[in-house]
């Protein structure tokens, strides 16, 4: 029952990981007044690049690296529709997903079903070696900590910097940020960017660490528990670092579960992070006045500057 228990939590980390890198860029995005709900095609395309790159590369570094760029590049198009062209934010998310989709299965074609040596564990010597401790949490490897120390880095700037100071500006009221000198379109485009690089550092996670191969349809719907996340963790990267982490435990209930003899159909089991996303929106959406007070109040709305 321990080791099951150890699995169970060790494994929460890994799989919490892509969560994180992706939810922790969305709730930037979303913090300038940007809903991008195209985060399932950012990942796709990540995962794909990624995954394309480390196999003929031979190196892990280029892999994360072009998954970032190339989810980076898809995020600027979907800012220009929105910024430039003052296009529909939720409409241009959805075409940009669908496109970024696309591009992930033509880009990994050739390397379908194809497997990687997955990204190694990082030797931390006697902290690896510790009772219960060791396993949990120092026998990862090294995104799972990057993962982390993104998560802190977000939450001290956006809470403790001017720079988090202006993001939140911008997302409160883009007029009245404009009015005082702050460059709006461009603090959008830049969150943009980075919110589409960790969407890529996520995909890229997936097929370079923890599941070592290519195939269409991996992301699997968690773009959508990334924006779930997000509105979980009333935009705040602390408590949708707790959200992600949770997700990633039921992800793992199925194996869990099957392992101490249980019999529940691994069809409800593989379902149920979905029907708990579903849950958590409509408990958090019977308070609106919470919602209210946390989320960005330009969230979702077109800025035209010259208007």
Request: net charge neutral; aromatic share 8%.
């Amino acid at each position: 029952m321990l080791d099951s228990v150890i699995f169970l939590l060790a494994s929460t980390l890994a799989a919490a990981t892509p969560l994180l890198f992706a939810a922790v860029g969305e709730a930037v995005v979303e913090k300038t007044g940007v809903l991008n709900l195209s985060i399932e095609g950012m990942m796709a395309i990540g995962a794909a690049t990624g995954f394309v790159v480390a196999t003929l590369s031979g190196s892990y570094v280029q892999g994360f690296a072009m998954a970032a760029i190339a989810s980076a590049l898809l995020s600027a198009v979907f800012a220009g529709l929105v910024l430039t062209f003052l296009a529909n934010q939720v409409a241009a998310g959805l075409a940009i997903g669908i496109l970024g989709l696309g591009l992930s299965v033509l880009i990994g074609k050739e390397f379908e079903g194809t497997t990687i040596i997955p990204l190694q564990d990082l030797d931390l010597g006697t902290l690896s070696e510790l009772p219960f401790i060791g396993p949990v949490l120092f026998s990862h490897d090294v995104m799972v900590y990057v993962g982390m120390a993104t998560v802190i880095v977000c939450w001290w700037v956006l809470s403790h910097t001017r720079l988090g100071l202006i993001i939140r500006a911008v997302g409160e009221s883009p007029s009245a940020a404009a009015t005082i000198g702050y460059p709006v379109l461009l603090i959008r485009l830049l969150a943009i960017v980075f919110g589409g690089a960790m969407a890529g550092l996520g995909g890229a996670y997936l097929t370079l660490a923890y599941t070592p191969l290519w195939a269409e349809g991996l992301v699997a719907g968690r773009g959508w528990i990334v924006v779930a996340l997000v509105v979980f963790g009333m935009w705040r990267p602390l408590r949708i670092a707790i959200g992600a982490y949770l997700f990633g435990a039921v992800s793992l209930l199925e194996l869990f579960i099957q392992g101490q003899g249980y019999a529940i159909p691994s069809q409800l089991m593989s379902a149920m992070p979905y029907i708990i996303t579903i849950t958590v929106l409509a408990v958090i959406s019977r308070n609106p006045r919470l919602i209210r007070l946390n989320h960005p109040a330009s969230l979702g709305q077109t800025y035209n500057k010259s208007a």
